[in-house]
């Protein structure tokens, strides 16, 4: 097959699988280098105080992003997989879109004279745009993700970050402020929405922007569970920080967003993944029950592979992480990060379990289950963030994400036929043995990327060997 099929036609399932994957791969390891380049630089530069206005101003208008779910992406991408009509709704469904998007900066503007300082609610209202442009953006993208046409999704996202990566740059060597960095999130987010637009329209894939109150009604039913489910997740992931914020812990905010931002390269395998796999698993979940489970085991073990090493790895090389990436002055981010980085290994499976549970129409326990994480965080935020700042906010994270965990483990496991637990032995097993070797203190005097190269190697080729032993002993 020629690298321009493989690459940019959609020709067979396994085809079209490891196309989206090399495109968002791609697309991935080039936003998560530069995002965690410029948070870096944006860190040591502005110090841990500008970075904590920073941090909160994007954490607060953060919260107002659930508005845009009352119409869930993931919704329209299973909908547009198992109903042929849905094409005819595609116009309506931007103009709710739309409307979401509005009523989210609304509702920025007016809360944005909570946060008292003046320059931080300038922040809050220029991200407070961003979220409404961020709003159509991803539903053009979520569009893209429906056809198998993951190049475009890589296309606009590298564009975004190139353009943010770029200005910031040249803002913090030449004139470091604040306001002017907000305004290159900004302009980032302006022209990867106008990319997006160009793109859709190429494809033909909107169609007449006919609002239709019906269809409106219709999606706003099938998202709602999702959309306050995703309040719930805004509580647990970013009212530490508004919480510390309003307390005037900027400092204790740029280190806990600092160990938090680590964690998202841990996350960013899986949620590729995700995007890869759901259009798949939400058709099949309808054509042909044992398909969506061999699909589903392939899911799973993919999640575990990338999720097991970096969380062991990580946990075991947590102060060496933070001193290379932040200096010593980050040092009160190492005890909240051993806690943040189990939460990412919770945050992968718990993306595939909700996954799932999305694609066979169980969205109500992803809202149940997650009142039930909220309730669980905000109760101990704070009792906890007052009397140990950033390290009550860690350790309350880490008791919900394990609720959470626990709660929807047992929710996919009652669907018939969905996966086998067993498909991720290998990855476990692996994983042991880098641990131990990481542990032993073999490699103690060695820089942290020649540890983390050589754990890698010792983590794969025990993958691989425990495969091939598991695939010889099922010929005998």
């Known amino acids: 097959m020629k ?14 699988i490891i196309k989206n994957l090399s495109w968002l791969f791609l697309s991935e390891i080039i936003t998560r280098f530069l995002t965690a380049i410029l948070t870096i630089f944006i860190a040591r530069i502005l110090g841990a105080q500008d970075y904590g206005f920073l941090a909160f101003a994007i954490s607060f208008t953060g919260f107002f992003i659930i508005i845009k779910n009352f119409c869930y992406d993931e919704i329209v991408i299973r909908e547009y997989n198992q109903r042929e009509e849905v094409k005819k709704e595609l116009g309506s469904i931007l103009w709710f879109k739309i409307f979401l998007g509005i009523s989210a900066f609304s509702l920025i503007l007016i809360f944005s004279f909570l946060a008292g300082n003046q320059s931080v609610q300038r922040l809050i209202i220029i991200f407070g745009v ?17 056809l198998h046409k993951m190049e475009y999704v890589a296309l606009v996202n590298i564009l975004e970050i190139i353009i943010l990566s770029g200005t910031i740059f040249y803002i913090l060597f030449y004139a470091p402020n604040l306001i002017f960095i907000s305004y290159a999130y900004l302009a980032a987010a302006i ?12 494809l033909k894939v909107l169609s007449q922007p006919v609002l239709d109150l019906k269809v409106i009604k219709n999606y706003f039913l099938l998202s709602w569970p999702l959309a306050i489910g995703s309040i719930f997740a805004i509580i647990y992931i970013q009212i530490d920080s508004i919480m510390m914020g309003f307390l005037g812990m900027t400092k204790e905010v740029g280190w806990y967003q600092a160990a938090y931002k680590i964690t998202s390269f841990v996350t960013f395998p899986g949620a590729i993944i995700a995007s890869v796999f759901y259009p798949s698993i939400s058709k099949f979940y309808k054509e042909n029950k044992d398909y969506f489970k061999r699909i589903t085991n392939i899911f799973l073990e993919s999640i575990a592979f990338f999720t097991f090493p970096a969380v062991v ?7 060496k992480i933070i001193f290379f990436i932040y200096g010593e002055s980050f040092s009160p981010s190492v005890f909240a990060f051993q806690f943040l980085i189990f939460c990412s290994g919770y945050i992968l499976f718990i993306i595939f379990m909700n996954y799932i549970l999305n694609a066979t129409g169980r969205q109500k326990i992803i809202f149940y289950t997650g009142g039930a994480g909220a309730a669980l965080n905000l109760v101990l935020n704070i009792i906890l963030i007052p009397r140990y700042s950033l390290y009550g906010a860690a350790v309350a994270t880490f008791f919900t994400y394990s609720l959470l965990f626990i709660l929807r483990l047992a929710a996919v496991k009652k669907i018939k036929n969905s996966f086998d637990f067993k498909v991720i032995l290998p990855s476990f097993l692996a994983v042991a043995v880098m641990g131990i070797f990481l542990y032993s203190g073999l490699l103690t005097s060695y820089n942290l990327m020649v540890q983390i190269i050589v754990a890698g190697l010792v983590y794969f080729c025990v993958f691989l060997l425990i495969k091939k032993i598991k695939k010889n002993g099922k010929r005998f």
């Open 191 to 202: 022209l990867s929405l106008l990319c997006s637009i160009f793109i859709a329209k190429r």
């Open 3 to 16: 690298i321009k099929e493989l690459l940019l036609q959609n020709k067979t399932f396994k085809q079209i």
């Open 130 to 146: 961003v979220v409404l442009l961020k709003s159509i953006f991803e539903f053009l993208t979520s569009l893209f993700k429906a």
């Open 313 to 319: 790895g990580g946990y075991i090389l947590k102060k």
